[in-house]
Nanobody, 119 residues
Framework: QVQLVESGGGLVQAGGSLRLSCTASGRTFSTYIMGWFRQAPGAERELVAAISESGSWTSYADPLKGRFTISRDNAKNTVYLQMSSLKPEDTAVYYC????????????WGQGTQVTVSS
């Protein structure tokens, strides 16, 4: 069972930046699509961004394009989410997740990291 550990969350002022990291256990990290999700209080969990196994393609939720960047370093078993021009509405718990190899769903999740953006 893979373990995903997020870090890098915290409190930031509106307009600021944060970089989240998620490190996976095991030796098969480079064979999986990875994603970042977020869940705000009272809201459903939503997909923020995803990245292919090699990092050659990325996908973003439309409202976040241009402000968030997902990347990965397979040598370090780590996926990143660079967030800039943060807004109070970006406040949420952010989770990284691993997509199932054979089916279109995410089957492994980290514990989440809190991001709070103050106005």
């Amino acid at each position: 069972q893979v373990q995903l550990v997020e870090s890098g969350g915290g409190l930031v002022q509106a307009g600021g930046s944060l970089r989240l990291s998620c490190t996976a256990s095991g030796r098969t990290f480079s064979t999986y699509i990875m994603g970042w999700f977020r869940q705000a209080p009272g809201a459903e969990r939503e997909l923020v961004a995803a990245i292919s196994e090699s990092g050659s393609w990325t996908s973003y939720a439309d409202p976040l394009k241009g402000r968030f960047t997902i990347s990965r370093d397979n040598a370090k078993n780590t996926v990143y989410l660079q967030m800039s021009s943060l807004k109070p509405e970006d406040t949420a718990v952010y989770y990284c997740a691993r997509r199932n190899l054979y089916r279109d769903y995410y089957d492994s999740w980290g514990q989440g990291t809190q991001v709070t953006v103050s106005s």
